[in-house]
């Protein structure tokens, strides 16, 4: 796996990409923390662009954009009713990345005993049992959305579990996801 440092710079000489100059950290909540690479990344650059231009190109947003997920992707629903979101797992849930201007997000928890987990928050499966958990890390997701560019959705192809699944240390890589027949 690159480092951050690594894919950075990799970026930097990649057509169709563009690095944005670092402009500070994401500023969070007291109870909530930033995974360290997430602190790392921000500090070698501001958010990344990757192949913008493309259908399945992938924006990391930039510290000013790394918003609670709640907000972002259910933003009618906890415009309307905050409460319903306030306390509830899926609050230290944070957009990290976005597929064009959206529903495909990634979002990163940054609650203390999930730190780091990194989400598909689809609109419609957001904080749910149905939110896939696509990467440990922020440093591991980032790595395969440059791998696999064109590819698809790279968590297809393993399988680490969902959103509200207790065990922290859920490392599942390469088995399949299972599927339930169809009446």
């Given at each position: 796996?690159?480092?951050?440092?690594?894919?950075?710079?990799?970026?930097?000489?990649?057509?169709?990409?563009?690095?944005?100059?670092?402009?500070?950290?994401?500023?969070?909540?007291?109870?909530?923390?930033?995974?360290?690479?997430?602190?790392?990344?921000?500090?070698?650059?501001?958010?990344?662009?990757?192949?913008?231009?493309?259908?399945?190109?992938?924006?990391?947003?930039?510290?000013?954009?790394?918003?609670?997920?709640d907000q972002v992707v259910l933003e009618l629903a906890y415009r309307d009713h905050p409460d319903?979101?306030?306390?509830?797992?899926?609050?230290?849930?944070?957009?990290?990345?976005?597929?064009?201007?959206?529903?495909?997000?990634?979002?990163?928890?940054?609650?203390?005993?999930?730190?780091?987990?990194?989400?598909?928050?689809?609109?419609?499966?957001?904080?749910?049992?149905?939110?896939?958990?696509?990467?440990?890390?922020?440093?591991?997701?980032?790595?395969?959305?440059?791998?696999?560019?064109?590819?698809?959705?790279?968590?297809?192809?393993?399988?680490?579990?969902?959103?509200?699944?207790?065990?922290?240390?859920?490392?599942?890589?390469?088995?399949?996801?299972?599927?339930?027949?169809?009446?």
């Amino acid at each position: 796996m690159k480092t951050l440092a690594d894919i950075v710079r990799q970026a930097q000489d990649t057509t169709g990409c563009s690095v944005n100059s670092p402009t500070g950290m994401p500023v969070l909540p007291g109870s909530f923390t930033l995974p360290p690479d997430v602190q790392e990344f921000y500090a070698l650059c501001g958010g990344l662009d990757m192949f913008p231009k493309e259908d399945w190109g992938w924006r990391i947003v930039k510290p000013s954009e790394f918003l609670r997920a709640d907000q972002v992707v259910l933003e009618l629903a906890y415009r309307d009713h905050p409460d319903d979101f306030d306390t509830t797992p899926s609050e230290g849930l944070y957009v990290v990345a976005v597929r064009g201007c959206g529903p495909d997000y990634i979002s990163i928890d940054t609650h203390p005993a999930r730190l780091g987990r990194c989400f598909d928050s689809y609109s419609g499966d957001h904080a749910t049992e149905n939110s896939r958990v696509v990467a440990l890390s922020f440093t591991e997701m980032l790595n395969k959305l440059f791998e696999h560019r064109q590819e698809g959705y790279f968590w297809e192809e393993a399988f680490y579990g969902y959103f509200g699944q207790p065990d922290s240390n859920l490392k599942l890589q390469g088995r399949p996801s299972p599927k339930l027949p169809l009446p």
